[in-house]
């Protein structure tokens, strides 16, 4: 079973690393327009701009309607670039700018997390120390 899951584990890593590196991701995106135009203008017969144009206006789901595939092969391709784009990179997009947005600026640095630690160990001590010293624990104070 292990076996089975290993390439969707794989994945699912490589994209949490791509999501949390803006220049990756934004290198992954700049590549996936550029393939997919070198593809559309090979299966279309289209100009190196005119392809790139088409990918661009394709991946940001505008999509004009001035270039569009008339092929098999260059309809496929724009449903897997559409696909990609909506149910992958935009989430990824998306993603990672919310998750810069969610920072908890309260949360303990490591520092202050070891320092509490060591407080309380000392603070368990001290409990010890009392409660071996006698066998009640201290009285409380008297009401004013």
């Not at 790139?52 to 897997?80: E, F, K, M």
């Not at 992958?88 to 600026?105: E, N």
Request: glycine share 6%.
């Amino acid at each position: 079973m292990k076996l089975l899951l290993w390439p969707f584990r794989l994945l699912y890593r490589f994209l949490v690393w791509l999501a949390n590196s803006p220049p990756t991701l934004m290198l992954a995106y700049l590549g996936l327009i550029v393939v997919s135009g070198a593809i559309y203008s090979v299966t279309e017969d289209k100009s190196a701009g005119d392809s790139v144009w088409w990918a661009v206006v394709t991946a940001s789901t505008v999509g004009y309607g001035d270039t569009y595939p008339t092929t098999w092969a260059g309809r496929v391709l724009a449903g897997l670039l559409i696909s990609t784009m909506v149910l992958l990179v935009i989430p990824l997009i998306t993603a990672h700018f919310a998750s810069k947005l969610i920072v908890d600026a309260d949360a303990f640095r490591h520092e202050e997390q070891e320092e509490i630690k060591q407080n309380l160990r000392a603070i368990r001590a001290m409990l010890d120390d009392i409660t071996a010293g006698s066998a009640a624990p201290p009285a409380a104070p008297p009401d004013r």
